[in-house]
């Protein structure tokens, strides 16, 4: 694979790293509502799945950038280029599972901890 593909699949990395701690805070309401599951009892999971994502992730992209890019300078641009990723997953979700009720709405403090 070429060092512009390791690139790229990096900074897919870690957006993913970024996004999946995104969908569970502000999808409490929704994932409660689609698996029947107290409100208080989704909070805590999709915190222990934040924490176990965000340690995990972070080990295994660490590994991952070691492994590929080594001592390059390139490996410097995964910490920009990880934004457009993110940007376009965002845009994914919200095209395809628009807040349908009022309730799903994530709390107005939500945006601001993102």
């Given at each position: 694979m070429t060092t512009f593909k390791k690139m790229?699949?990096?900074s897919l990395f870690y957006a993913l790293i970024a996004y999946f701690p995104v969908q569970l805070s502000s999808?409490?309401?929704?994932?409660?509502r689609w698996t029947g599951i107290?409100?208080?009892?989704?909070i805590i999971i999709s915190n222990t799945l934040i924490l176990i994502i965000l340690l995990l992730g972070t080990?295994?992209?660490?590994?991952?950038?070691?492994?590929?890019?080594?001592h390059k300078r390139i490996r410097y641009f995964t910490s920009i280029t990880w934004i457009?990723?993110?940007?376009?997953?965002?845009?994914?979700t919200a095209i395809?599972?628009?807040?349908?009720?009022?309730?799903?709405s994530?709390?107005?403090v939500t945006s601001i901890i993102i």
């Open positions: 790229n699949l990096l999808n409490v309401n929704r994932i409660s107290n409100v208080s009892m989704v080990a295994y992209i660490f590994h991952l950038t070691t492994k590929w890019l080594h457009p990723f993110f940007s376009i997953m965002m845009l994914i395809f599972l628009p807040f349908s009720m009022t309730i799903e994530p709390n107005p």
